[in-house]
Each structure stands twice: as C-alpha cells, then as structure tokens.
C-alpha cells in the first residue's frame, strides 16, 4: 500500500462504505505512522454531531484538503505524528468524551468511533 492511490482509487474510497474507509484509514495510519485532520489559527476543527463533538481524521493530507472549503476554506491539512495522536491526542479524547469522525467523505460525516475503539484499531 505504499503506492500513491490514482484518481480512481481515490474516488472509489470516498465512495466506499464508512466501515471500508475505517479498514483503509487504520491500515495508512499503521504505515505511514500519520493521522491527519484540519486546522486554522483557532486550532483542529470539531464539528457538533448528535453525539456531541467530534475531531474529524483522514488517512492523508490529500483527503484532509477535500473538506477544506466552505466554512473550512481557512484550514489546512496538518499531519499529526501517528506515537502523538496515541500517547497525546486519544487519552485527551477519551477524557474529555470526544467523538472522532474517522475518514469522512464530502457527503457524510464518516465512521464516528470513540477514540478507545480507535486506540484497539489502532494498536491492532
């Protein structure tokens, strides 16, 4: 899986059903030891879902960049080291009871796991 995706794979993926992008995100993540999400200057952006708030996190930069427009246009895509995001990012997520939107494509808000689920995906 170290090849660049082609347009088509890429497509494909958004498409994808969420459980099928939560395979492909924990297996990028696993191998590229990166987690991606959106920031501006007032920090990563959470957005509110019925579950209350939730971080959202892309396999790669690229994915991030597609939600980076409309009420995001001033964001960019920031790469979080993957031991970071373990030993930082889902102990702060877990205490503080926040949602993570794992891979979302334009049209939904992805697989919404807790951040223990995605610490057992993980570490898998």
Do not use: H
Not at 64 to 93: K, N, R, Y
Not at 103 to 109: G, L, M, R, S
């Amino acid at each position: 899986m170290t090849n660049e995706l082609s347009t088509d794979q890429r497509v494909a993926l958004l498409v994808a059903p969420d459980a099928e992008r939560l395979t492909y995100f924990v297996e990028k993540v696993k191998e590229s030891k990166e987690v991606w999400s959106l920031s501006n200057e007032e920090g990563y952006v959470m957005v509110e879902t019925d579950d209350g708030d939730c971080v959202m996190v892309w396999p790669d930069a690229e994915f991030a960049a597609e939600w980076a427009v409309d009420e995001w246009d001033d964001c960019e895509p920031v790469g979080i080291a993957l031991e970071e995001f373990q030993s930082t990012w889902i102990p702060s997520l877990e205490k503080d009871e926040i949602t993570l939107a794992v891979f979302p494509n334009i049209e939904d808000e992805g697989r919404l796991t807790s951040a223990s689920e995605l610490k057992v995906l993980l570490e898998g």
